[in-house]
T-cell receptor, first 120, second 107 residues
Framework: QVQLVESGGGLLKPGGSLRLSCAAS????????MSWIRQAPGKGLEWVSY????????YYADSVKGRFTISRDNAKNSLYLQMDSLRAEDTAVYYC?????????????WGQGTLATVSS | EIVMTQSPATLSVSPGERATLSCRAS??????LTWYQQKPGQAPRLLIY???IRATGIPARFSGSGSGTDFTLTISSLQSEDFAVYYC?????????FGLGTNLDIK
């Protein structure tokens, strides 16, 4: 069965950096776009970034463009999100999700999420 | 970007009754709309895609309808496990955008 397991969350100060990871199993990882979607505490969902199966195409929300970098290692069935210049408003649970690439995409499987807290 | 507006923000319904949740897009998204269910402390779960197609394993009491700008999620006979927050999301254009959710709670 499809499984996505995130790791790497933690408590950071503003301006700091964090790298999130997502380990995928149960499907042919390289066949799918993958995404990071976040949810601030008590708030709704926000699409952060996604990446094509080959890793050559990436998209970012305007709110993170230039600060976050999505990448993947298909040999390791892993997805990453490098988060730099962190701000308090980046505090959220970050979900790794498999993307069905129709139009701009939707997610059919999600991990359980990892919490990143940015606070001084 | 396309703004998704869900109503009502909170819906109180008794078990066994029908629940109707609405989602409106600020411009046409065709049928490129999904519904997700999220329970406290859990990740969202895909219920409906293509506005009306149930995802794998989703019970038949969940149905989606609509196209263009107006969409509806109907739960025909609420079970205790259905009380949760429901989000719609459009995937017609970049960026994909979510509504703020409808909290379906027990009356």
């Amino acid at each position: 069965q499809v499984q996505l397991v995130e790791s790497g969350g933690g408590l950071l100060k503003p301006g700091g950096s964090l790298r999130l990871s997502c380990a995928a199993s149960g499907f042919t990882f390289s066949d799918y776009y993958m995404s990071w979607i976040r949810q601030a505490p008590g708030k709704g969902l926000e699409w952060v970034s996604y990446i094509s199966g080959s890793g050559t195409t990436t998209y970012y929300a305007d709110s993170v463009k230039g600060r976050f970098t999505i990448s993947r290692d298909n040999a390791k069935n892993s997805l990453y999100l490098q988060m730099d210049s962190l701000r308090a408003e980046d505090t959220a649970v970050y979900y790794c999700a498999r993307v069905i690439h129709r139009g701009s995409g939707y997610s059919d499987y999600w991990g359980q999420g990892t919490l990143a807290t940015v606070s001084s | 970007e396309i703004v998704m507006t869900q109503s009502p923000a909170t819906l109180s319904v008794s078990p066994g009754e029908r629940a109707t949740l609405s989602c409106r897009a600020s411009q046409s998204v065709g049928s490129d709309l999904t519904w997700y269910q999220q329970k406290p402390g859990q990740a969202p779960r895909l219920l409906i895609y293509g506005a009306s197609i149930r995802a794998t394993g989703i019970p038949a009491r969940f149905s989606g309808s609509g196209s263009g700008t107006d969409f509806t999620l109907t739960i025909s006979s609420l079970q205790s496990e259905d009380f949760a927050v429901y989000y719609c999301q459009q995937y017609n254009s970049w960026p994909p955008t979510f509504g703020l959710g409808t909290n379906l709670d027990i009356k």
